[in-house]
């Protein structure tokens, strides 16, 4: 057995709606994992002690000593403090709660933190599709938008920690209000909730039988998911929304390719499950809007981790971190990561 599978750390997945955990080796190899509901609504505290729980419950089968824990959080860290800062999408948040410290209470282990688009576009590039070392950007379309850019090797995370947040930069000058304080962000037009939105009014306008169906005539069921059902049976309404949608996801990443030059393009998230509906406007629109260098170079492809990506992300960050410091209690977030 290889020094690398002794070697075991811990990656945490904290969302709005489930907490998905993983104990793995540092070469990214999974010996046990778990979801677990947030239960948001209970405060940060109860989701400290439950994720620590999970954990503990997860380390049981191994005799490997959990050397440290990673952190994915939808928002904005103050990873040298271990506080939150701004958490726009997930109730849990309170602002300068002290989330490390009290992990770190909880278990004893450094933990490190990161903004949860970053550490899994952290996650994909060590473990999944980023292994061939391009330049990446790595971009997760759920309940909000987020970002990450892994440029010359490195996911780079500038000020806050907050470089490759493409899901808070405008499209529409004065659409809708977004969570963050501004209006017409990429995350209103492309996000779950905004496609859900979408979906509701062309029920309950009568242009979506079959979504009607599917959602059992309550507008407040229709997901994502059920409008690309009912798009496959030939709704073109439904289908239009979803392409309106993926044409704003495209401004979003041609804007981003302009910018960044990357060659790569991952999306994850739970809308990725959209496959070509959504990637095929997306390419369209990256084609027809990058025009300084040849667009057709860059790939657009779906994450090969899935919904693993952020938890493997917080193995990643785990395992980088703690071989870099000597005795860790808290993450860096201002500087950039190999």
Do not use: W
Request: with cysteine; hydrophobic share 45%; aromatic share 4%.
């Amino acid at each position: 057995m290889s020094r690398d599978e002794f070697e075991v750390f811990a990656g945490v997945d904290l969302g709005g709606t489930k907490i998905a955990a993983v104990v793995a080796g540092k070469g990214g190899r999974i010996l046990s994992e778990g979801v677990i509901p947030t239960q948001a609504e209970e405060g940060p505290e109860q989701a400290v002690r439950r994720t620590s729980k999970l954990l503990n419950e997860l380390c049981q089968a191994h005799r490997q000593k959990l050397r440290a824990i990673g952190i994915g959080l939808p928002g904005l860290i103050d990873g040298d403090a271990g506080k939150i800062l701004f958490l726009p999408n997930l109730l849990v948040s309170r602002r300068d709660f002290p989330i490390s410290a009290a992990f770190v209470e909880e278990g004893g282990r450094p933990v490190f933190l990161m903004n949860d688009a970053r550490i899994a576009a952290l996650g994909e590039f060590t473990y999944g599709s980023g292994q061939a070392g391009e330049d990446m950007l790595f971009v997760t379309v759920g309940t909000g938008i987020g970002g990450g850019l892994v440029l010359d090797g490195r996911l780079r995370l500038g000020a806050f920690g907050a470089a490759g947040e493409i899901g808070h930069h405008t499209i529409l000058p004065d659409g809708p209000p977004c969570s963050c304080g501004a209006n017409g962000c990429l995350e209103t037009l492309v996000s779950g909730p905004a496609l859900a939105r979408a979906g509701s009014a062309l029920m309950m306008q009568g242009l979506a039988p079959r979504l009607s169906e599917l959602a059992q005539g309550d507008p407040a069921k229709v997901t994502a998911t059920l409008m690309a059902s009912a798009a496959l049976c030939g709704y073109q309404a439904v289908a239009a929304a979803i392409e309106s949608a993926a044409k704003y996801l495209g401004i979003g990443i041609a804007n981003a390719v302009s910018v960044t030059a990357v060659r790569r393009v991952v999306i994850g998230g739970g809308l990725s499950s959209l496959g070509e509906m959504l990637l095929e406007p997306v390419r369209r629109e990256l084609l027809r809007r990058v025009r300084m260098f040849p667009a057709e170079f860059v790939t657009i492809r779906i994450s090969a981790l899935g919904e693993k990506c952020g938890a493997l992300g917080g193995v990643a960050l785990a395992a980088q971190q703690f071989d870099s410091n000597a005795n860790p209690e808290f993450a860096r977030t201002d500087q950039a990561l190999a």
